[in-house]
């Protein structure tokens, strides 16, 4: 490929995830050039894999296709997927990035017919639904996907697949000769928007996560919850695919734990209370629901959608710190610990867990550069200079909401870089 031009009035934003278009956007209408990049095959990041939003449940197209019309109608944003920031050296107003493009071996004359997907036979699982399911090696990533362009997986590469696909591309937008490419690139300020990840849930060891296949995540309960999901938007049990009616929700799981994430995640009680609404719209007044907290920390505008959950007759709420979990000879997962607004023990069998999961910096696994500072629990915080910042969940845990607005403030950090710079050596 040919690398973008960039100079040092140009930002260059990491991570394609709500807050990543947001900063691209953001910084791109108000006359300055960005490079946007993300190492998925896709922009959208979390964002694209939830079910609805809280407060008002509508679903993610209602703010990510407004994103993406504003990027496919800006001509000074570059999009680069499937590519990482490798090394950055330099100053403020004066980086040189590298980044590393991995291959797609597939090019920008797609037109997302499908045809190399009927063509394979191999699977692997599906990273869009968190491994609960299985897609052809030769997919287009989620509906939503940005750009609609298929992506071949590197596995298949070299075998009688790769070549069935390339067969199939009637436009002949497969290429099975494509190589990773490094390109170097001089941006004059650095955004990190690089977004989180869920906590390794099988670390919470009591929780059985890993160990009893009816004890999942929240992240994993959002796919099945969506009818594009694993599950068609059936709530099924992993362990013998029957469908879950009485629902426990475990809260704080990893977070507020000096053991494991000492940070509160802000957003595990507000997806909590709005997964219960799935349950509720699944499943009717057969459905139940069981909170178990240490408190529910809703703000501002978030508390009508408490207190409206409050009112629900198939939601309870236990104020508890869940001991541990085990496992009936059913599968149903049992629940053990002590309900403090009674203080008496309980041994409560569930069809289901959803473990709330904390909310950790995608960052803690990326080589950052060396004066990017990070605080105790690696949230971004910046460059001592200024000529680099975090954004959204990669500065601090957000939601949606609160992390579009973070976005907005780290575009106007990073244009002050440049304007500031140009100023200086006129």
């Given at each position: 490929?040919?690398?973008?031009?960039?100079?040092?009035?140009?930002?260059?934003?990491?991570?394609?995830?709500?807050?990543?278009?947001?900063?691209?956007?953001?910084?791109?209408?108000?006359?300055?050039?960005?490079v946007l990049v993300e190492r998925s095959p896709?922009?959208?990041?979390?964002?694209?894999?939830?079910?609805?939003?809280?407060?008002?449940?509508?679903?993610?197209?209602?703010?990510?296709?407004?994103?993406?019309?504003?990027?496919?109608?800006?001509?000074?944003?570059?999009?680069?997927?499937?590519?990482?920031?490798?090394?950055?050296?330099?100053?403020?107003?004066?980086?040189?990035?590298?980044?590393?493009?991995?291959?797609?071996?597939?090019?920008?004359?797609?037109?997302?017919?499908?045809?190399?997907?009927?063509?394979?036979?191999?699977?692997?699982?599906?990273?869009?639904?968190?491994?609960?399911?299985?897609?052809?090696?030769?997919?287009?990533?989620?509906?939503?996907?940005?750009?609609?362009?298929?992506?071949?997986?590197?596995?298949?590469?070299?075998?009688?697949?790769?070549?069935?696909?390339?067969?199939?591309?009637?436009?002949?937008?497969?290429?099975?000769?494509?190589?990773?490419?490094?390109?170097?690139?001089?941006?004059?300020?650095?955004?990190?928007?690089?977004?989180?990840?869920?906590?390794?849930?099988?670390?919470?060891?009591?929780?059985?996560?890993?160990?009893?296949?009816?004890?999942?995540?929240?992240?994993?309960?959002?796919?099945?919850?969506?009818?594009?999901?694993?599950?068609?938007?059936?709530?099924?049990?992993?362990?013998?695919?029957?469908?879950?009616?009485?629902?426990?929700?475990?809260?704080?799981?990893?977070?507020?734990?000096?053991?494991?994430?000492?940070?509160?995640?802000?957003?595990?009680?507000?997806?909590?209370l709005k997964q219960t609404q799935?349950?509720?719209?699944?499943?009717?007044?057969?459905?139940?629901?069981?909170?178990?907290?240490?408190?529910?920390?809703?703000?501002?505008?978030?508390?009508?959608?408490?207190?409206?959950?409050?009112?629900?007759?198939?939601?309870?709420?236990?104020?508890?710190?869940?001991?541990?979990?085990?496992?009936?000879?059913?599968?149903?997962?049992?629940?053990?610990?002590?309900?403090?607004?009674?203080?008496?023990?309980?041994?409560?069998?569930?069809?289901?867990?959803?473990?709330?999961?904390?909310?950790?910096?995608?960052?803690?696994?990326?080589?950052?550069?060396?004066?990017?500072?990070?605080?105790?629990?690696?949230?971004?915080?910046?460059?001592?200079?200024?000529?680099?910042?975090?954004?959204?969940?990669?500065?601090?845990?957000?939601?949606?909401?609160?992390?579009?607005?973070?976005?907005?403030?780290?575009?106007?950090?990073?244009?002050?870089?440049?304007?500031?710079?140009?100023?200086?050596?006129?």
């Amino acid at each position: 490929m040919t690398a973008p031009i960039a100079t040092s009035q140009t930002i260059l934003v990491v991570g394609g995830g709500i807050s990543g278009m947001t900063t691209a956007l953001e910084a791109a209408e108000c006359g300055r050039d960005v490079v946007l990049v993300e190492r998925s095959p896709t922009l959208g990041g979390r964002t694209a894999l939830l079910y609805r939003y809280f407060p008002k449940m509508c679903h993610p197209t209602c703010g990510l296709e407004i994103n993406l019309r504003r990027l496919k109608a800006s001509r000074r944003v570059r999009v680069l997927t499937m590519t990482e920031v490798v090394g950055i050296s330099g100053r403020r107003g004066a980086y040189q990035a590298t980044l590393k493009i991995r291959p797609r071996y597939v090019d920008d004359r797609c037109t997302a017919c499908g045809d190399c997907t009927a063509a394979v036979s191999a699977t692997i699982p599906n990273p869009y639904n968190y491994g609960m399911d299985r897609l052809k090696a030769a997919y287009l990533p989620h509906a939503m996907a940005y750009p609609q362009r298929y992506v071949l997986d590197p596995s298949i590469i070299g075998t009688a697949d790769a070549d069935l696909a390339k067969a199939a591309c009637k436009i002949g937008a497969i290429d099975l000769e494509m190589q990773e490419e490094t390109v170097q690139l001089d941006v004059g300020a650095v955004v990190w928007a690089t977004g989180w990840r869920p906590y390794a849930a099988e670390k919470i060891q009591p929780y059985g996560y890993g160990r009893f296949p009816n004890v999942i995540t929240s992240v994993e309960f959002e796919r099945l919850a969506d009818p594009s999901g694993p599950t068609g938007g059936k709530l099924l049990r992993p362990s013998d695919g029957k469908e879950a009616k009485n629902i426990a929700f475990i809260q704080c799981a990893g977070s507020r734990d000096e053991n494991h994430l000492r940070h509160c995640s802000r957003i595990c009680c507000m997806a909590t209370l709005k997964q219960t609404q799935y349950v509720r719209e699944a499943l009717g007044d057969a459905g139940q629901s069981t909170v178990y907290y240490i408190d529910i920390r809703s703000i501002d505008r978030l508390e009508d959608f408490y207190r409206m959950v409050q009112r629900d007759a198939t939601v309870r709420f236990v104020k508890s710190k869940v001991a541990r979990i085990a496992q009936a000879d059913n599968g149903d997962p049992i629940l053990h610990g002590v309900d403090t607004e009674g203080y008496h023990r309980y041994a409560t069998p569930h069809d289901l867990v959803v473990l709330a999961i904390g909310m950790e910096p995608e960052s803690n696994g990326i080589i950052l550069p060396d004066d990017l500072i990070t605080d105790a629990c690696g949230f971004i915080e910046g460059s001592a200079d200024g000529g680099m910042c975090g954004a959204g969940s990669a500065a601090s845990p957000l939601d949606v909401n609160r992390s579009a607005q973070s976005a907005t403030a780290a575009a106007l950090r990073a244009m002050k870089v440049i304007h500031q710079t140009a100023s200086e050596e006129a």
